[in-house]
């Protein structure tokens, strides 16, 4: 092997692994999901930024910030103690994620798609759409 063959392959080698840029966002999301399904609430708020803004069918206003996912997701796991999440679709185009994706429980199945926008590895924006049957919203 020639001095400038050693030096390329060396260097090869060397350099950072660069993921395609839309991977990062995706990687980002499914970890979020991950954590949904071991029921990690400390994994979960970790996937979001700490100014992260989550909107929600049965939200009756926009929730801001890490402890507001936390309480969310304390909430349906307390109602819903067996839930787990399939995810169906995912989509990434830069920064944004679509996820479409079902809910399971033993007493029911709920179709849902979130919109995601993830900004240096963290969630920043979370926007959930989904048929809550005419239920009021919850503050």
Known sequence: ?????????AATLAAPSLAPAAALPRAAVEA????????????????????AQVTAADFCKPRQGRADVERTYRAIFA??????VELTDVVADGPRVAVRFVLHSKAFTV???????VE??????DDGL??????????
């Open 120 to 125: 240096n590895g963290l969630i920043t924006r």
């Open 79 to 84: 109602a819903v103690p067996d839930v787990q």
């Open 1 to 9: 092997m020639t001095r400038i063959g050693a030096a390329v392959l």
């Open 111 to 117: 179709p849902i798609m979130n919109f995601f926008t």
């Open 32 to 51: 979020k999901f991950a954590a949904v399904n071991r029921h990690d609430i400390d994994g979960i708020v970790a996937a979001y930024a700490p100014d």
């Open 130 to 139: 989904f048929n809550n049957g005419g239920r009021p919203c919850t503050p």
